[in-house]
């Protein structure tokens, strides 16, 4: 979902990486976590598994607007349309603007160190089972991802925060 060049969220809406605390994986292959959230915070999420709400996705910097689930279609497509109202090469100069920068920041080498690491992560999984399979299971140590508990949202406060809640 991070590849997208604009994210738009839900008013209920959670996010939450659950790779670690489920698959016992470093992460999945499009590792944008601490450009996204910066270094502890990322840390934070993948080690506990924690969802973060919409809101804090968006001011974060993750979730570029965040509208009423009832309006969500009608708002998007609005704002889809915004954007298209620019010229074609404008808006691709703008993001090719924007890419490059962030690649030249180490983006992409940093992406492509962590599919490595990524890579590696499956391969240890796969060596210590007798049958090959690629992630952690529960005899690792990890929660059973068919059976896993729930995902909690994370509360600067507070070890353990609540499980998420969707509006009526």
């Known amino acids: 979902m991070w590849a997208c060049d604009l994210i738009v969220g839900a008013e209920d ?3 939450a ?7 016992g994986m470093c992460g999945v292959e499009y590792f944008g976590h601490p450009w996204e959230f910066g270094p502890r915070r990322a840390k934070e999420l993948m080690l506990t598994g924690d969802a973060i709400d919409v809101h804090e996705a968006h ?3 993750m979730v570029s607007k ?7 279609s009608e708002k998007t497509l609005a704002y889809a349309r915004r954007i298209a109202e620019l010229p074609t090469v404008t808006a691709l100069l703008i993001k090719e603007s924007v890419n490059q920068t962030v690649d030249n920041m ?5 992406l492509q160190a962590c599919f ?18 690629p992630v ?9 991802w068919k059976n896993p508990p729930p995902i909690l949202v994370s509360v600067p406060t507070e070890v353990e925060g609540p499980i998420p809640t969707k509006k009526k």
């Open 13 to 15: 809406a959670y996010f």
């Open 17 to 23: 990486d659950v790779v670690g605390t489920r698959l």
């Open 59 to 61: 001011r974060l910097g």
């Open 66 to 72: 965040v509208f009423p689930n009832d309006e969500l």
């Open 106 to 110: 180490g983006f992409y080498n940093s």
């Open 116 to 133: 490595t690491l990524h890579q590696l992560n499956h391969s240890h999984w796969a060596e210590v089972h007798e049958n090959k399979y």
């Open 136 to 144: 952690a299971v529960p005899e690792d140590g990890i929660a059973d």
